[in-house]
């Protein structure tokens, strides 16, 4: 009889023809797997850190986002288009991949070496020394998690995807509970577990790939993956304004404690985008597979408007799990987070969705537009922020980044039906259908727990002696 492991391994390699309904559950499973024991983490973190050094550790890790942004050249996301095409050449990508990851870690680490105690001066009122050194090395790894794991998803490997975000989450928080809480190492030691999970993202990515071909350099190849990839560099970079920026501006104008609450209620409040990302790992690669044919509209259809079900559904559980969370696990001393967070809270479900459909322009050749759309949504949080922050602190923080993602979001739906004809009605209004395909699930999914219950559990060696 097979083990409920086997059973579910079976299932994941099960062929099927709605690979968007898989991906997305495959991607759900390992991302909701991984946000578990993220939020082990987050709230051993916060424990072992107080609010001051979480603050810290938040603005080293915004920090590191930002310096990727910059440094990648779109290149990850590069990869994912076109490692999903259907001539696409696996070896040269890896191979351009670690050329470019070792060229990013002989220039930043020695910068950051030498110029340690300026950034700390600029985004840590004068902490973190030479920790800040450990920033520029995590931007070489996540580098490469992302190119790895990016060809993974071109190749629409999405449970081998799954199943490594939550062993590189459960290796992390073994990570911190070691290096933060036994070994005392602080901050140092959260930077050092938040590359455990990148690092095992990358060695369990490269046995399939390079089963297909060696890694090799390909400069013509490079070159495309690069103007490519400038286009969604630009977005990239704008969208972290969205996403991080927020937290450096806080730090501008607020002691390292209030950036600690801030980055609580983020983390809390963006659970629900990690919905969002299942998505959207799932359209681009799809949309750039069947890149002319009547399946990409369907899977565009599909991907927005489930996600905007689901979504909603989670905000609202999030509403009223969230602060229970923040209060009962974090603990009294970051109660302060819980109302950013729900203030951020109406804005996550428009953001989810413009990341969904971000995904899906960036799969149809289309990562200027989405980069367009990114811009739109940076102006307004840097101009919310300066204006907000200095009088309200974490909460005008919060405001901006609510009136930016529904922005974001809104002209995300508007730009996909200019450029599909598909009516906004269609993509964000649910059917009965939709519905009856979720009582389905639920349905089956009971039906199958009860001959679970039923089926009479084998003898074991030995029972006939009792």
Same mark, same amino acid.
């Given at each position: 009889m097979l083990s409920l492991f086997d059973r579910l391994r079976h299932a994941a390699r099960r062929p099927s023809d709605n690979l968007l309904a898989r991906g997305v559950t495959l991607s759900v499973i390992g991302r909701g797997g991984s946000l578990f024991l993220g939020f082990v983490g987050s709230v051993a973190l916060a424990r072992f850190l107080g609010p001051s050094d979480r603050g810290l550790l938040g603005l080293m890790t915004s920090a590191s986002a930002v310096a990727l942004a910059l440094t990648a050249l779109g290149v990850p996301q590069a990869?994912?288009?076109?490692?999903?095409?259907?001539?696409?050449?696996?070896?040269?990508? $890896?191979?351009?991949?670690?050329?470019?990851?070792?060229? $990013?870690?002989?220039?930043?680490?020695? $910068?950051?070496?030498?110029?340690?105690?300026? %950034?700390?001066?600029?985004?840590?009122?004068?902490?973190?020394?030479?920790?800040?050194?450990?920033?520029?090395? %995590?931007?070489?790894?996540?580098?490469?998690?992302?190119?790895t794991h990016g060809q993974l998803q071109g190749m629409l490997m999405f449970g081998r995807f799954s199943a490594l975000l939550i062993i590189g989450k459960a290796l992390s928080v073994v990570a911190i509970l070691a290096l933060v809480g036994a070994a005392g190492l602080g901050v140092a030691g959260g930077v050092i577990a938040t590359a455990v999970a990148s690092i095992v993202m990358i060695f369990g990515s490269l046995p399939p790939i390079l089963a297909r071909a060696r890694p090799r350099l390909n400069l013509k190849l490079w070159d495309r993956m690069v103007r490519y990839g400038f286009r969604v560099q630009i977005g990239s970079m704008l969208q972290l304004a969205n996403f991080r920026l927020d937290v450096i501006i806080v730090q501008l104008f607020r002691p390292l404690s209030q950036v600690g609450y801030y980055v609580i209620a983020q983390t809390i409040a963006e659970l629900v985008v990690n919905l969002a990302v299942a998505f959207q790992g799932s359209i681009m690669p799809l949309v750039a597979h069947y890149e002319g044919d009547e399946k990409a509209r369907t899977n565009t259809i599909l991907s927005v408007r489930h996600h905007g079900i689901l979504a909603a559904v989670a905000v609202i559980g999030n509403a009223i799990l969230g602060p229970l969370v923040i209060a009962l696990a974090y603990g009294s001393k970051f109660t302060p987070a819980i109302a950013p967070m729900l203030i951020l809270l109406p804005g996550i479900w428009f953001l989810g969705m413009g990341v969904v459909i971000q995904?899906?322009?960036?799969?149809?050749?289309?990562?200027? $537009?989405?980069?367009?759309?990114?811009? %739109?949504?940076?102006?307004?949080?840097?101009?919310?922020?300066?204006?907000?922050?200095?009088?309200?602190?974490?909460?005008?923080?919060? %405001?901006?980044?609510?009136?930016?993602?529904?922005?974001?979001?809104?002209?995300?739906?508007?730009?996909?039906?200019?450029?599909?004809?598909?009516?906004?009605?269609?993509?964000?209004?649910?059917?009965?259908?939709?519905?009856?395909?979720?009582?389905?699930?639920?349905?089956?999914?009971?039906?199958?727990?009860?001959?679970?219950?039923?089926?009479?559990?084998?003898?074991?060696?030995?029972?006939?002696?009792?």
């Open positions: 990869v994912v288009y076109f490692s999903s095409r259907r001539e696409a050449d696996q070896g040269a990508l $890896l191979g351009n991949s670690f050329a470019q990851a070792t060229l $990013l870690t002989a220039v930043i680490v020695p $910068l950051a070496l030498v110029f340690h105690q300026a %950034l700390a001066d600029a985004l840590g009122h004068g902490q973190g020394g030479r920790t800040w050194a450990l920033v520029a090395v %995590l931007v070489s790894i996540t580098f490469l998690d992302w190119t995904g899906d322009l960036s799969g149809r050749g289309r990562p200027g $537009l989405s980069s367009a759309l990114a811009g %739109l949504a940076a102006i307004v949080t840097v101009a919310l922020d300066f204006a907000l922050i200095p009088p309200l602190g974490v909460i005008g923080a919060a %405001l901006a980044s609510v009136a930016a993602y529904s922005t974001f979001g809104i002209a995300s739906l508007e730009a996909l039906h200019r450029v599909t004809g598909i009516s906004i009605r269609e993509l964000i209004v649910p059917t009965r259908a939709d519905f009856d395909a979720y009582r389905s699930v639920i349905a089956r999914g009971f039906a199958a727990l009860k001959r679970s219950a039923r089926r009479p559990t084998p003898p074991q060696a030995g029972d006939h002696l009792t």
